[in-house]
């Protein structure tokens, strides 16, 4: 049976001597603090202290913390504190406890600007390697599903990749043609404004055409998909990783790339370049709707002045783009899925850098297009 805990207080000239007792643990806290803060208030009459150990039956550390406490609180005001009586085997529990909080902590080395700045290069290099290796480990593996598939057509999962496209394809047609529709005004509309100086303003239907089908049409569409879609599905297999779903299809003799990742990249191939097609046009009629408004160009001398301007070559450039555009897409959006961790932190990180890359890889192969196809006279 534990002792009921004490703490005696005697004061001897500027000497108090505190003299706890008992059963010193933590099913007593409560009483535990109640006696030390009551000690606490007799210290400050006293120039010295003198904890004496020797009654106490047993201690823990919530014991010996509470006491340390009130002889810190005695030190921190310039008193001498002394601490006697203590039982062998608890020893070693106070002199640990005393310690806590003791030792100053040395401030971290300065370290030098250049080499702060080389690490952040070289930290970055490496996480810029790591995801190309994931990118082309993503690539390798869908080509391999890919030509199985090829192999075994009966194995496409056809119900899957329908309603892939219409996800990614039908519904996404409102919000595709709304944005194209205003890019393609606010072109004509700058273009308009500034051409009206020169007495050119019937240069703005060129500019419009060859902007919206060579460059701008995919481009804004690619970013909205992988904004749009991109996102959904880093977030959906993420979910799936973090739900173990695709650990079960392993465990079953399931490939999820096959299953999982291949209808989702194949219905966003097929489906993109039908967006941009749908989005280039909405951006046309939007540069002719303000061409017929703002610069009093009515829609028969609009049109017959894009038959001019652009050629068909200029639309078969921006249609080359959107597969490859889908592909790059897909499979950013894909591996960073399969890259979440069993966190919702790590859900919000990996589809936020999915968005992030996918954009960067999409603008970047846009460029790289525009040199390509320059080059060979395109």
């Given at each position: 049976?534990?002792?009921?805990?004490?703490?005696?207080?005697?004061?001897?000239?500027?000497?108090?001597?505190?003299?706890?007792?008992?059963?010193?643990?933590?099913?007593?806290?409560?009483?535990?603090?109640?006696?030390?803060?009551?000690?606490?208030?007799?210290?400050?009459?006293?120039?010295?202290?003198?904890?004496?150990?020797?009654?106490?039956?047993?201690?823990?550390?919530?014991?010996?913390?509470?006491?340390?406490?009130?002889?810190?609180?005695?030190?921190?005001?310039?008193?001498?504190?002394?601490?006697?009586?203590?039982?062998?085997?608890?020893?070693?529990?106070?002199?640990?406890?005393?310690?806590?909080?003791?030792?100053?902590?040395?401030?971290?080395?300065?370290?030098?600007?250049?080499v702060a700045k080389l690490t952040d290069l070289g930290r970055s290099t490496l996480g810029a390697a790591r995801d190309v290796t994931v990118f082309l480990d993503m690539?390798?593996?869908?080509?391999?599903?890919?030509?199985?598939?090829?192999?075994?057509?009966?194995?496409?999962?056809?119900?899957?990749?329908?309603?892939?496209?219409?996800?990614?394809?039908?519904?996404?047609?409102?919000?595709?043609?709304?944005?194209?529709?205003?890019?393609?005004?606010?072109?004509?509309?700058?273009?308009?404004?500034?051409?009206?100086?020169?007495?050119?303003?019937?240069?703005?239907?060129?500019?419009?055409?060859?902007?919206?089908?060579?460059?701008?049409?995919?481009?804004?569409?690619?970013?909205?998909?992988?904004?749009?879609?991109?996102?959904?599905?880093?977030?959906?297999?993420?979910?799936?990783?973090?739900?173990?779903?695709?650990?079960?299809?392993?465990?079953?003799?399931?490939?999820?790339?096959?299953?999982?990742?291949?209808?989702?990249?194949?219905?966003?191939?097929?489906?993109?370049?039908?967006?941009?097609?749908?989005?280039?046009?909405?951006?046309?009629?939007?540069?002719?709707?303000?061409?017929?408004?703002?610069?009093?160009?009515?829609?028969?001398?609009?049109?017959?002045?894009?038959?001019?301007?652009?050629?068909?070559?200029?639309?078969?450039?921006?249609?080359?783009?959107?597969?490859?555009?889908?592909?790059?897409?897909?499979?950013?959006?894909?591996?960073?899925?399969?890259?979440?961790?069993?966190?919702?932190?790590?859900?919000?990180?990996?589809?936020?850098?999915?968005?992030?890359?996918?954009?960067?890889?999409?603008?970047?192969?846009?460029?790289?297009?525009?040199?390509?196809?320059?080059?060979?006279?395109?």
């Open positions: 049976m534990r002792a009921h805990p004490g703490l005696a207080a005697e004061a001897t000239g500027e000497l108090l001597e505190l003299r706890p007792s008992g059963s010193w643990v933590s099913l007593n806290v409560t009483e535990l603090e109640n006696l030390t803060r009551s000690a606490s208030g007799k210290v400050g009459n006293a120039k010295a202290v003198k904890l004496d150990l020797g009654a106490v039956s047993e201690i823990d550390t919530v014991g010996v913390w509470l006491l340390e406490k009130l002889s810190r609180s005695a030190a921190a005001g310039g008193r001498r504190v002394e601490m006697t009586g203590v039982a062998e085997n608890y020893v070693g529990l106070v002199e640990e406890v005393r310690q806590v909080n003791r030792r100053d902590i040395a401030p971290p080395p300065r370290q030098n600007p250049i690539l390798a593996a869908l080509s391999l599903a890919l030509v199985r598939t090829l192999a075994r057509p009966r194995s496409l999962r056809v119900t899957s990749l329908v309603y892939q496209m219409y996800r990614i394809g039908w519904q996404a047609i409102p919000i595709v043609v709304l944005i194209t529709f205003l890019i393609g005004a606010i072109i004509a509309q700058q273009g308009i404004f500034h051409f009206r100086r020169f007495g050119a303003e019937s240069y703005v239907v060129d500019m419009v055409g060859i902007l919206v089908l060579r460059e701008l049409g995919v481009l804004i569409v690619a970013i909205m998909v992988a904004g749009r879609s991109g996102s959904a599905y880093t977030a959906e297999l993420g979910s799936m990783k973090m739900r173990e779903e695709i650990d079960a299809l392993v465990t079953m003799g399931l490939d999820p790339v096959e299953v999982l990742i291949l209808p989702r990249i194949v219905a966003l191939i097929l489906t993109l370049p039908i967006l941009a097609f749908i989005g280039s046009m909405a951006a046309l009629y939007g540069g002719g709707l303000v061409a017929q408004l703002y610069g009093g160009m009515g829609p028969a001398i609009f049109i017959a002045r894009l038959h001019d301007a652009v050629s068909v070559t200029h639309f078969e450039v921006g249609m080359w783009k959107a597969p490859f555009m889908a592909l790059v897409i897909g499979i950013v959006a894909c591996s960073e899925g399969l890259r979440v961790k069993g966190s919702a932190e790590s859900l919000g990180q990996q589809t936020t850098t999915s968005v992030v890359q996918s954009i960067f890889l999409v603008i970047v192969l846009d460029g790289l297009f525009a040199v390509f196809f320059a080059s060979i006279g395109l």
